[in-house]
């Protein structure tokens, strides 16, 4: 197909002067390299989709309760311990689940881009 365009570009455009053979394999070379760019280009994003929809996807909520289980193992401390500090507790929760949202959020913007 890109090829198909190429060869009609070529064609139709008129050259000022028959000698100037350089300039219509410059022009054709770099239409050549441009309409390539862009299938690689598509066809490196489909790539990453797929890569994103089997691997990142599946992985995010597993990622998500390992960091949250970690972080309630740290912070068990605080509710096991002589003095007890339920709000120390919660708010260790809170702030892992907050970094958690922040970062499923990035993911999510930088695949939809």
């Known amino acids: 197909m890109s090829l198909i365009i190429l060869h009609i570009f070529i064609t139709q455009y008129k050259f000022p002067e028959p000698k100037n053979i350089l300039m219509k394999k410059t022009i054709s070379l770099l239409t050549l390299l441009m309409l390539f760019s862009i299938e690689m ?3 490196v994003t489909n790539v990453l989709n ?12 597993i990622i ?47 695949m939809a881009g």
């Open 41 to 43: 280009q598509a066809q």
């Open 50 to 61: 797929n890569f994103y929809t089997v691997w990142v996807k599946p992985a995010i909520p």
């Open 64 to 110: 998500g309760g390992l960091v949250l289980i970690v972080g309630a193992l740290a912070n068990m401390g605080k509710v096991l311990g002589e003095s007890r500090d339920y709000k120390g507790f919660i708010t260790g929760i809170v702030l892992y689940l907050a970094v958690y949202f922040c970062l499923v959020g990035i993911v999510a913007f930088i």
